[in-house]
Nanobody, 126 residues
Framework: QVQLVESGGGLVQAGGSLRLSCAPSGRLFMLSTYSMCWFRQAPGKEREFVAANSRRGSTIDYDDSVKGRFTISRDNAKNTVYLQMNRLKPEDTAVYYC?????????????????WGQGTQVTVSS
């Protein structure tokens, strides 16, 4: 069974940066053939969309709350997707999840995604 594994979370002060990574646990799961997305879930809140990158790279989308601060990218040679997070704010504190789908539409919706990671905690102190 394919699993996505996130890493790179941690504790950072407001204004700082973190880079999250997402890679599959199986060697035959090629992220280049999937649209990838990052979601996050803060304590007491529902999981929400953060950023998406369609499988051909033709569509990159961000939630308004992270535009200009976060960047989603992928390194196909490393079979890894990243979320670079700059100018972090306390309200960015959440568990961050990566997800994958073969679709190229409705990328902001959780129901679109077939594979999910277990999440990585990001905590931003004020």
């Amino acid at each position: 069974q394919v699993q996505l594994v996130e890493s790179g979370g941690g504790l950072v002060q407001a204004g700082g940066s973190l880079r999250l990574s997402c890679a599959p646990s199986g060697r035959l799961f090629m992220l280049s053939t999937y649209s990838m997305c990052w979601f996050r879930q803060a304590p007491g809140k529902e999981r929400e969309f953060v950023a998406a990158n369609s499988r051909r790279g033709s569509t990159i989308d961000y939630d308004d709350s992270v535009k200009g601060r976060f960047t989603i990218s992928r390194d196909n040679a490393k079979n890894t997707v990243y979320l670079q997070m700059n100018r972090l704010k306390p309200e960015d504190t959440a568990v961050y999840y990566c997800a994958a789908t073969t679709r190229s539409y409705e990328l902001g919706l959780q129901r679109t995604y077939d594979y999910w990671g277990q999440g990585t905690q990001v905590t931003v102190s004020s």
